[in-house]
């Protein structure tokens, strides 16, 4: 398997080749947010219209998660794609994160750790979602555990490394976050997916029809 340095410099290299797309990706993002932000004021309905906005963002991480898997194998995508990805499996991706959110909560409320532990192995979950349309959402979730059993720290590390590209994000209001911070993280943790799904597959902790797959990339 590559190591994180080189998993990071294949990221950023083809990152930086779509950068255009994934900076728009990105920035889609926080317009919602701020949409959402405006809208919660609202008596009753704010609330309601922010409920459907945190379903719509659930279900287009997905979609975002399937457009970094692409940028880290240097394909071309859109964010047309991405808006697309909205109508397809709407219920199973969202049924998927909002599983992983659930279990992840209860696993938080037994102290910050074992929280931690379990969003990581659940991590992969968005991908799976994204790359393989007939996996169940309750499968993908048990499949991202598979994947990263062995590799939680490897993924803690990688989280932690982006902390000083975080603070100087914060520093510029966000705004390097949107433009590099943002994409280069997504990118990075794309990579580890397709890295971990193609090392489970070379181990037999994950057969590639499990996924859908006919062989191992």
Avoid at 135 to 143: E, G, S
Wanted: glycine share 10%; hydrophobic share 50%; charged share 15%.
């Amino acid at each position: 398997m590559k190591t994180r340095q080189e998993i990071k410099l294949q990221a950023k290299v083809n990152m930086g080749k779509q950068r255009g797309t994934a900076i728009l990706i990105e920035l889609a993002l926080v317009v919602i947010g701020l949409v959402s932000s405006l809208l919660s004021g609202i008596p009753f309905l704010g609330v309601v219209i922010s409920l459907a906005i945190a379903c719509i963002i659930a279900v287009l991480e997905v979609g975002i998660s399937g457009a970094y898997i692409s940028i880290y194998q240097n394909i071309r995508t859109s964010v047309s794609s991405v808006i697309s990805s909205l109508q397809v499996n709407f219920m199973r991706k969202l049924g998927g994160m909002l599983w992983v959110g659930l279990w992840a909560f209860l696993w938080s409320l037994l102290f910050v750790i074992p929280g931690i532990i379990k969003a990581i192995s659940y991590s992969m979950t968005s991908y799976i979602l994204a790359e393989c349309p007939n996996v169940q959402a309750t499968d993908a979730i048990k499949l991202s555990m598979r994947i990263t059993k062995g590799y939680k720290g490897e993924l803690f590390v990688a989280g932690l490394s982006f902390i000083g590209w975080l603070l100087l994000g914060m520093i510029t209001c966000g705004i390097l976050i949107v433009v590099h911070v943002g994409p280069y993280m997504n990118a990075t943790f794309a990579g580890y997916y397709i890295e971990l799904r193609n090392e489970a597959f070379k181990k037999g902790v994950v057969r590639p029809e499990e996924l859908g797959m006919a062989m191992a990339n």
